[in-house]
């Protein structure tokens, strides 16, 4: 995480733009002191995609009673 001082960021545009290119997150300090975090419109790294369950549920057998009746059971169960 890279941290810029304020006058250097208003020196230079350019310094604060590719800070946030390489390291994703700016701290902002002032007389040394951090105030600001500045983070990228559009994140830099994109989201894993979350793998697909459907091998899993074709591998898994039918309920004989359905999902819905054995919640309802266990709530009434609770009272």
């Known amino acids: 995480m890279k941290t810029l001082g304020v006058r250097e960021m208003r020196a230079s545009y350019g310094a604060l733009e590719t800070a946030l290119k390489e390291e994703g997150e700016v701290i902002l300090t002032h007389h040394g002191k951090p105030f600001a975090r500045v983070l990228p ?17 074709a591998k898994m057998k039918p309920l004989k009673t359905p999902s819905a009746v054995l919640i309802r059971e266990d709530r009434d169960a609770r009272g």
């Open 41 to 57: 419109i559009e994140a830099s790294v994109t989201p894993k995609q979350m793998p697909s369950n459907a091998e899993l549920r």
